[in-house]
Every structure is written in C-alpha cells, then in structure tokens.
C-alpha cells in the first residue's frame, strides 16, 4: 500500500521559513512525480509545484516561483518543500502527492492527474 506521510508544517510568521517533508512509501516511484498541492478553507485545491523521479524536471506555480523550492533525497524516498519569504496568502492546508510522469520534462499539474495524496500538513503564516 502506498503512503504518503508530510511533516514540517506550523506557525510562522510573515517572512519567514518552514521546510515541509515528504515521506513516500509501499511501491517504487521511477515513473512518477511528487507534487504539492494546497487547500484553504472554501478553496479549491490549488497546485504548487512538482517534481519528476524520472529526470528532475519541476514545474512552479507563479504564486510561489522565487520563494519555494522542491527537492529529493532518494536515500530517504523523500521530497522536502522549503518556503521561504513567506505571506499570509500561503496559509493553507499543504497535501503531498504521487502521480505518473507524462513525459520527459513535464510534470503532471492537476489533482485529477494524481493518484497517492498525504494526510496533508497545516500551515499558518501571519501577518
């Protein structure tokens, strides 16, 4: 069985810095992408960034270009968002998930493409 298991989530104020965590699990992930996603309360489930197992390719949403990072440590089966400069408007609930790879440099970047999701982690960031 597959999991997905984020960490990493809090408080933080404007500015700031939090780091979440991606454990993944249960099957071996060669031809899929980690993505994150984010929900806040009364929105739709929004894209965040995602990254191939394949060949590194990322893609970003422009609301967090600049400011987060997506990384990997295979050693770990592990996919680390770090935030920084962060606002108010990320405040959300952050979902970790797991779906097939559609080509070499492209990243799959909706969340009917994924098929794994996390528990999701809490993040708050006032102003």
């Known amino acids: 069985q597959v999991q997905l298991v984020e960490s990493g989530g809090g408080l933080v104020q404007a500015g700031g810095s939090l780091r979440l965590s991606c454990a993944a699990s249960?099957?071996?992930?060669?031809?899929?992408?980690l993505g994150w996603f984010r929900q806040a309360p009364g929105r739709e489930r929004e894209f965040v960034v995602a990254?191939?197992?394949?060949?590194?390719?990322?893609y970003y949403a422009d609301s967090v270009k600049g400011r987060f990072t997506i990384s990997r440590d295979d050693h770990k089966n592990t996919v680390y968002l770090q935030m920084n400069s962060l606002k108010p408007e990320d405040t959300s609930v952050y979902y970790c998930?797991?779906?097939?790879?559609?080509?070499?440099?492209?990243?799959?970047?909706?969340?009917?493409?994924?098929?794994?999701w996390g528990q999701g982690t809490q993040v708050t960031v006032s102003s």
């Open positions: 998930a797991a779906g097939r790879s559609i080509a070499p440099g492209l990243v799959p970047r909706t969340a009917p493409q994924y098929d794994y």
């Open positions: 249960g099957r071996t992930f060669g031809s899929y992408s």
């Open positions: 990254i191939s197992l394949n060949d590194d390719a990322t």
